[in-house]
């Protein structure tokens, strides 16, 4: 079974006071009431910053009144460095003892204030309580972020599905266009049929060309895939057409101009003028990748 101050180990406390006994007495007392942990000691504030700096400190004990830096100070030097601030702090002091020191030191950053001489039970009970409350917040970090790497992985794999999904749909749609065409070509050309025939023939493949469905299905999962990407590309250009919209989407998705042609079903022509437009709405300078801007947005 876990012992249940099993977070004290190899946990190690700073110890500043410019007074030898204080200090002592403190080292005297974590080494008979807390063995696993390590304690290291300070005679003023800028020798403690020289400790921080180069040794794990996981809670600081600091006296006020010291000589060359004093304990407010060392306190918010701490609190500068991004590597330090979050280094629990406990006020330690005789000196400044009024409630508008407390509040000072609070405000600069200590995680407590006791007044000396403190009980050697409550000063165990306050160390031990700040490192439990420490232990706790890193695991609750560390869930957190393996929730949000599994979360991450989740999506990028459901993205990867979609995306495959919608590439052998477009694909689809593309291959059937195709053979629309050629058919309705075919019809177009035949002699031999009735003239009446071949008109409804194509009358009726024209509307099976591009379905609306095959559309929104896309968008819909296109826009799971990238949420943003036709929202930005309307703030910057609202006034580009539907299926200028479209041909964008295309392109983002990696469609090449063959792809894009059959889907949508337009001439090498119409997507010339189709990009054209595009460029001009969006004020591309000539050189500038459509494909790159598209894909950056």
């Known amino acids: 079974m876990q012992n249940k101050n099993s977070f004290l180990v190899d946990k190690v406390l700073l110890v500043v006071d410019d007074d030898p ?3 002592m007495t403190i080292v005297d007392l974590m080494l008979q009431q807390m063995p696993t942990m390590s304690v290291l000691v300070a005679n003023h504030g800028k020798q403690a910053l020289q400790i ?25 030097e701490i609190q500068r460095n991004n590597n330090w601030k979050n280094i629990p702090v406990i006020m330690y002091t005789g000196a400044m003892t009024a409630s508008r020191n407390l509040e000072q030191a609070l405000e600069q950053g200590a995680v407590d204030f006791l007044r000396k001489p403190a009980d050697p039970i409550e000063l165990l009970a306050r160390i031990q309580s700040i490192l439990y409350q420490k232990q706790l917040e890193q695991e609750r970090i560390a869930i957190e972020k393996e929730l949000l790497i599994t979360q991450q992985n989740f999506l990028q794999k459901e993205v990867k599905m979609i995306r495959q999904e919608l590439n ?56 799971k895939t990238d949420p943003l990407f036709i929202k930005n590309l ?47 709405k969006l004020s591309l300078e000539t050189g500038t990748s459509l494909e790159k801007y598209l894909m950056n947005l």
Request: glycine fraction near 2%; include cysteine; proline fraction near 2%.
């Open 52 to 76: 921080i700096a180069k040794k794990q400190v996981d809670v600081v004990l600091l006296d006020w009144e010291m000589p060359v830096l004093n304990g407010l100070e060392t306190l918010q």
């Open 21 to 23: 006994a204080n200090r």
């Open 168 to 223: 052998s749909n477009l694909l689809l749609l593309a291959h059937k266009n195709k053979v629309l065409l050629e058919i309705k070509e075919r019809c177009e050309t035949e002699t031999e049929n009735p003239a009446m025939l071949v008109r409804h023939v194509a009358r009726h493949i024209d509307k099976l060309i591009v379905e609306d469905n095959y559309w929104e299905d896309f968008m819909d999962k296109f826009n």
């Open 234 to 280: 309307l703030a910057r250009t609202p006034n580009l057409s539907s299926n200028e919209v479209r041909v964008c989407s295309l392109i983002r998705f990696g469609m090449n101009n063959k792809d894009i042609m059959n889907i949508i079903n337009i001439s090498i022509e119409g997507i010339k003028k189709s990009r054209y437009r595009i460029r001009k």
